[in-house]
């Protein structure tokens, strides 16, 4: 683990001193005259947006830009199943891992050690006038990928790969990315700038936005639990609400001069469409932010909201397909950010989610996410009466080494402690099966050499207790420790 480390840390420096032996030094360029124009590898290193294209429709300027990030970490786990590439994450420290024998310790390439890998378009067509106001058309496509072996993040396909007679053959979770082409957005929309702006597509819920934006660790793909959990980092109780399909969204952002902004959105998703959206819901979302504080605050609810799962271990008559499950859903979320320095940030937040049952008792889904439905129909996972209340509690802080230790600009560290729990299934009976918690400690340092590479080095500690995790039946303690090499363009 050491050598890999070790090649890891290495590998943005060679690459760097490979482009400067086929680019140019700052002086080279100072050097140049007004007519010469830099090269393609100064541009890549040093653009801001290095393929963004200006150009102008008619009258009106626009631009064009393809994005991405590549992420790729030597990840060790002492308990998990083999890796899959499939998914969003390869190795899940927060799902925890049952006893069985092809769970074991395991040292593996992963995709997202910090962020998952991604490849984007976005662009605008500016000052369209309507009603004495300036809009702009604005869209953005984005795909999720792994770079280790070029496949989409396809989570549906893990689920099937491990029902049946194939249960427990690889790490395996639901997820809002399941195989689509521009899983991870999809959409188009208006700016009217202090107007606002609409969009319609597939976004972002809030509650992702906020969580990525409010996580101490910056919501680390593989480190993180607000990284790794769709659940709790961003859907509201269920991984698949995280991104809304078929979904209309206004939001806006008023300045208050010399004292913060003030943000705001709302969203709905158009839902029981199947194969584009399952579900139907809304979400609000309100904050303010100024140089020393943040705060937001989010609500979002769901109905007849699709949980997908393993199809029936153990039968292969359901080996290749899915299975899944209903709820309603109730959520709110709370977070707070405070800078009382520039190097030094201190963020939390707490999440509340509710399971309900269903609206509807049951619905026929002949296919889900592209998978057969094993039996065909979705029912709902409690029986009226029950529900199951949740809570998230997670604290941490940020430190930025350049402000006061110049010969370290680059380095930064944080660290954070999130718990979990679970409660009981309350209703004409109590259920303490589903009563449990995870309490998780994550540690990151990421030094970032330019603007492109960065490289890193994280831990987490997942701890699970009480009835939902018996000690029978599952690892009590899963952790992991990784380094990685990022690329951002």
Request: aromatic share 14%; hydrophobic share 35%; proline share 4%.
């Amino acid at each position: 683990m050491i050598k890999h480390l070790f090649k890891l840390a290495l590998l943005p420096f060679t690459i760097g001193q490979a482009m400067a032996a086929h680019g140019q030094s700052p002086a080279d360029q100072a050097s140049q005259n007004e007519h010469d124009s830099p090269t393609f590898v100064s541009r890549f290193m040093n653009d801001d947006a290095p393929f963004r294209v200006d150009f102008n429709l008619g009258d009106h300027p626009a631009y064009t830009q393809i994005y991405g990030i590549l992420d790729v970490a030597r990840v060790s786990i002492n308990h998990s199943l083999p890796e899959n590439y499939e998914l969003p994450n390869n190795f899940y420290p927060y799902s925890g891992a049952k006893v069985t024998d092809r769970v074991t310790s395991r040292t593996e390439w992963v995709n997202g050690g910090l962020q998952a890998s991604r490849l984007g378009l976005r662009g605008e067509v500016a000052k369209l006038q309507m009603l004495e106001h300036d809009f702009k058309f604005v869209y953005q496509f984005e795909a999720g990928f792994n770079p280790i072996d070029m496949k989409l993040h396809d989570a549906a396909q893990t689920l099937a790969d491990n029902s049946g007679a194939n249960a427990n053959s690889s790490v395996n979770a639901d997820s809002s990315m399941n195989g689509e082409l521009f899983a991870r957005q999809a959409w188009v929309g208006v700016d009217g700038g202090a107007l606002g702006r609409v969009s319609y597509g597939t976004q972002y819920n809030p509650f992702f936005e906020i969580t990525a934006a409010y996580d101490p660790n910056s919501k680390a793909d593989t480190f993180s639990p607000l990284g790794e959990s769709g659940t709790i980092g961003g859907g509201g109780g269920i991984s698949e609400n995280s991104r809304m399909k078929n979904s209309v969204k206004y939001g806006n952002t008023y300045e208050i001069e010399g004292h913060g902004k003030v943000n705001y959105a709302g969203m709905y998703q158009f839902g029981n469409a199947e194969g584009t959206s399952e579900g139907y819901g809304y979400t609000a979302q309100l904050g303010y932010e100024n140089s020393l504080f943040g705060v937001q605050f989010a609500y979002d609810r769901f109905d007849d909201a699709v949980k997908a799962g393993n199809a029936a271990p153990g039968n292969p008559l359901a080996n290749n397909t899915i299975s899944a499950a209903l709820y309603n859903t109730e959520a709110t979320l709370l977070t707070l950010k405070w800078t009382p320095t520039k190097d030094i940030k201190v963020m939390g937040g707490w999440e509340w989610y509710r399971l309900k049952p269903s609206s509807d008792a049951s619905i026929k889904y002949n296919k889900l996410f592209d998978q057969t439905v094993f039996g065909g129909v979705v029912a709902s996972a409690l029986k009226p009466g029950y529900q199951q209340d949740n809570n998230v509690y997670y604290i941490g802080a940020s430190f930025d080494f350049s402000q006061r230790v110049p010969v370290l600009a680059g380095l930064s560290t944080s660290a954070g402690f999130y718990e979990t729990k679970f409660d009981a299934i309350e209703g004409p009976t109590v259920s303490t099966n589903s009563e449990g918690k995870i309490d998780t400690w994550t540690m990151v340092a990421d030094y970032r050499f330019n603007k492109r590479f960065d490289t890193y080095v994280a831990y987490t500690n997942n701890h699970f207790s009480g009835d939902k995790f018996p000690i029978a039946s599952f690892y009590h303690d899963v952790n992991s420790v990784g380094a990685g090499m990022r690329m951002k363009f």
